[in-house]
């Protein structure tokens, strides 16, 4: 245990996803040596991107404004919406150039286990979007684990009753990884190869 | 470092890191294992989904300082595509997984028979052949009786008198006869006891004939009974669904 403003700051960092104790105190011990304008910079993004940031009304991706840069954007079709589980997703996908139409960010997968439910996502306000009738593609592109796959088999069995066309990006996406990881190529087959799924 | 062989069931993965992931395993031999996978969650990863819950593979690991770290995996069977095609399918499974884990609680300690339960129910269900809540909840009976909790359903549980009892105390342990009967009992329906004898027996052509209304009533018996035992309870068990 060190004193104060050094074990505060490394109880901090520990908290963060994917940070251990030990490396909280590398991180802790390399922000005291950094120069103090470096330091003040960080500290400002964190509390910059907690100030400005916020989730867009229409599709839940990150926001400076009430609606996202994409769901503000005339050019993109309003006929289609790509699901994903983050925002990263988003930007994963954008990447590829090959989607044109709006996304919508679940806030995660549906993980028993971890005891997030349906009711934990944004699945009613997908739902609620799909109710005015102008939706006529939903490409479900969860993770290609199994959490991303279970959540995909459920979309697809709630909206079967609307009868709009539902997809799933094609194979070809190694099974098991993470969405962000998966290469701009990779994925923009994945897209232009997508399956229509049947319940 | 020592490296040893094993076969066993991906009970859990949680992510490490940027691309690692902790997988917890139910295994054959060495009971359950915690070990990490390294760049599992990269799509160029030579794991690919061998790593991913619901799959029965045979693993090569070497034993760390405090987690195992696993060098090789081959798929033995993947349960996990019958089974995440179907919505309660896959949230039956997951609770048999959780509970697996919670149930043998203490790691490297052998559990051969919590494994051979584990794959059957598995398998069972992939199959399709039974309501997917049946063979969960003949799971967690059978998985119970294994771990010394078998609820008495013939006899009393307090002074073991045989015969079919009316009352049901999920502190007391099962079955309790009209004398022995505490306060705030529940007071099952008869098909709900025979039910659940056939489901911790497996006979299936009984339990495949039973009613919803004494399936309900079983599955809520069962979970009460399961959370009763198991300290920290079950969590996906609230998210299972009735098909
Ligand atoms: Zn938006
Ligand atoms: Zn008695």
């Given at each position: 245990m060190y004193e104060g403003a050094v074990q505060n700051l490394i109880d901090e960092l520990g908290r963060l996803p994917g940070v251990g104790p030990k490396s909280a105190q590398r991180i802790a011990f390399h922000l005291l040596a950094a120069e103090t304008a470096d330091v003040k910079r960080l500290a400002n993004a964190l509390v910059e991107v907690k100030e400005r940031v916020r989730f867009c009304s229409v599709c839940g991706n990150v926001a400076e404004e009430s609606e996202c840069r994409i769901c503000r954007d005339p050019r993109r079709d309003t006929a289609v919406i790509c699901v994903v589980e983050e925002s990263k997703d988003v930007v994963a996908i954008e990447r590829t150039r090959e989607f044109r139409g709006r996304y919508h960010v679940l806030g995660g997968a549906i993980s028993?286990?971890?005891?997030?439910?349906?009711?934990?996502?944004?699945?009613?306000?997908?739902?609620?979007?799909?109710?005015?009738?102008?939706?006529?593609?939903?490409?479900?592109?969860?993770?290609?684990?199994?959490?991303?796959?279970?959540?995909?088999?459920?979309?697809?069995r709630l909206v079967k009753p609307m009868g709009l066309k539902v997809t799933r990006l094609a194979s070809g996406l190694p099974v098991g990884g993470d969405l962000e990881y998966a290469d701009e190529v990779t994925l923009g087959r994945a897209f232009e190869g997508r399956r229509s799924l049947e319940f | 470092m020592s490296l040893y062989r094993d076969e066993g069931?991906?009970?859990?993965?949680?992510?490490?890191?940027?691309?690692?992931?902790?997988?917890?395993?139910?295994?054959?031999?060495?009971?359950?294992?915690?070990?990490?996978?390294?760049?599992?969650?990269?799509?160029?990863s030579r794991f690919g989904a061998r790593l991913e819950p619901f799959t029965h593979v045979d693993l090569q690991l070497y034993?760390?300082?405090?987690?195992d770290v696993i060098t090789q995996a081959e798929?033995?069977?993947?349960?996990?595509?019958?089974?995440?095609?179907?919505?309660?399918?896959?949230?039956?499974?997951?609770?048999?997984?959780?509970?697996?884990e919670k149930i043998v609680v203490v790691e490297k300690d052998p559990a051969l028979r919590q494994f051979l339960l584990l794959i059957g129910a598995l398998r069972t269900l992939g199959e399709d052949t039974h309501d997917p809540r049946l063979v969960l909840d003949a799971y967690l009976l059978r998985s119970?009786?294994?771990?010394?909790?078998?609820?008495?359903l013939e006899e009393c549980a307090k002074c073991g008198s045989r015969g079919e009892h009316r009352a049901f105390a999920v502190h007391a342990g099962g079955s309790v006869c009209s004398v022995c009967r505490p306060h705030g009992c529940a007071h099952p329906a008869p098909q709900t006891l025979r039910l659940m004898v056939a489901l911790l027996g497996g006979d299936w052509p009984e339990a495949d004939s039973s009613a919803d209304r004494h399936r309900a009533e079983c599955s809520g018996l069962v979970a009460a009974y399961l959370q009763w035992h198991l300290e920290n309870g079950i969590r996906s068990l609230r998210l299972v669904e009735r098909s």
């Open positions: 028993p286990i971890e005891g997030v439910g349906p009711d934990d996502l944004r699945i009613k306000e997908l739902m609620t979007r799909l109710a005015d009738g102008q939706i006529t593609e939903l490409i479900l592109a969860t993770d290609p684990n199994l959490e991303g796959e279970a959540t995909a088999t459920y979309l697809a | 069931v991906v009970l859990r993965t949680q992510k490490l890191g940027e691309a690692d992931r902790i997988v917890t395993l139910l295994t054959r031999r060495t009971g359950l294992v915690r070990a990490v996978g390294k760049g599992v969650r990269r799509t160029k034993t760390g300082r405090t987690l798929t033995l069977r993947a349960y996990g595509e019958s089974i995440v095609t179907d919505y309660p399918r896959y949230t039956a499974a997951t609770a048999m997984l959780e509970t697996a119970l009786a294994v771990a010394g909790y078998a609820p008495a």
